[in-house]
């Protein structure tokens, strides 16, 4: 069994900085990629940063020159620092991790929501 325990999501004024993190745990193994996906009232989940287990990085246009996402092997962990936020990155964020063998796993979700 899998587990992802997402932390770091609150309120923030614009402008301001707020870095999330997912910790794997359970029976893991072989992570192809992790990242983050983001869910906005009324919107559907979309793309906001992925990492490969090569270190190779995507990001979602509207984040790319304010997000950066990272990971630590050793801990099975994603960290997502996400700085001059604006009122539109306000949703719920999912930890997302693509297993070799497992599949594909979310975690529960996170808020953060940005005020003016």
């Known amino acids: 069994q899998v587990q992802l325990v997402e932390s770091g999501g609150g309120l923030v004024q614009a402008g301001g900085s707020l870095r999330l993190s997912c910790a794997a745990s359970?029976?893991?193994?072989?992570?192809?990629?992790m990242g983050w996906y983001r869910q906005a009232p009324g919107k559907q989940r979309e793309l906001v940063a992925t990492?490969?287990?090569?270190?190779?990085?995507n990001y979602a246009d509207s984040v790319k020159d304010r997000c950066t996402i990272s990971r630590d092997n050793a801990k099975n962990t994603v960290y997502l620092q996400m700085n001059s936020l604006k009122p539109e990155d306000t949703a719920i964020y999912y930890c997302?991790?693509?297993?070799?063998?497992?599949?594909?796993?979310w975690g529960q979700g996170t808020q953060v929501t940005v005020s003016l």
């Open positions: 990492i490969t287990s090569d270190v190779s990085t």
């Open positions: 359970g029976s893991i193994f072989s992570i192809r990629a």
């Open positions: 997302y991790v693509k297993f070799a063998y497992l599949g594909d796993y």
